[in-house]
């Protein structure tokens, strides 16, 4: 039998452990959601979350085009997505597209770092969704191209990830087999030992 959806979000929270907050623990990335509009002011909650996130130089290169289900945008969003995508994030009530400005304003410049300040921008409003009871997924599916001529994003900008916002839904809802069994799977992670180094490949020690 298909488990509910408050089973699986059980099962896919993180182990507790000391000292890491909720919201990292309690993130994860479902692909059935409800038929629940998100409130105006939770939408403008987690973007005000976004909106204090670390940059280089205070730069703020990060923008976001966020649509409401039955909203143009919305669906041009949902119409650049991969065909895969599209299957599952048409439930979802807001869906986003990111993009960031690649050189510096104040000098025009080359900025390295411009797609790393999105996904900070970008987990921070994950993780504030999280805290206000949302789920998001973020994806790497869709086509830029098309996105770019959809919204007439200048060259200047380059696209992150598109995300999809909204309260999770249940699992049967899902059709196709895949989608169903990556949903009720639990969650799994790296040991800290396969990233964290004292030397390139040599783990760091927490004494």
């Known amino acids: 039998m298909t488990k509910t959806a ?3 979000d059980q099962l896919k929270r993180a182990p507790a452990t000391k000292g890491v907050i909720p919201e990292v623990l309690h993130r994860w990335s479902p692909r059935s959601f409800a038929e629940r509009p998100v409130s105006s002011g939770d939408l403008q909650t987690v973007f005000e979350a976004a909106r204090w996130a670390a940059s280089s130089y205070n730069e703020q ?5 966020v649509g409401q289900k039955g909203s143009e ?9 991969g065909e895969f995508n599209q299957l599952w994030a048409r439930t979802a009530p807001v869906l986003i597209l990111g ?8 000098n025009e410049s080359d900025n390295p770092v411009a797609l790393y ?3 900070a921008a970008a987990i921070t409003l994950c993780y504030q969704a999280t805290a206000l009871g949302l789920h998001t997924h973020q994806m790497a599916g869709f086509d830029r191209d098309a996105a770019r001529r959809v919204f007439k994003v ?16 249940e699992p049967a809802s899902l ?19 396969a990233f964290v180094f004292s030397a390139w490949d040599e783990p760091a020690i927490f004494a």
């Open 73 to 81: 945008t919305w669906q041009k969003i949902l119409s650049v997505l």
């Open 117 to 119: 300040d999105l996904g």
């Open 6 to 8: 408050a089973e699986v």
């Open 154 to 169: 200048p060259e200047v900008f380059h696209f992150g990830a598109a995300i999809a916002l909204g309260y999770q839904g």
């Open 99 to 106: 993009a960031t400005r690649v050189k510096f304003s104040h």
């Open 175 to 193: 059709t196709v087999p895949q989608m169903l069994e990556q949903e009720v799977s639990p969650r799994t992670r790296k040991p800290l030992s």
């Open 61 to 65: 290169p990060w923008r976001f085009i």
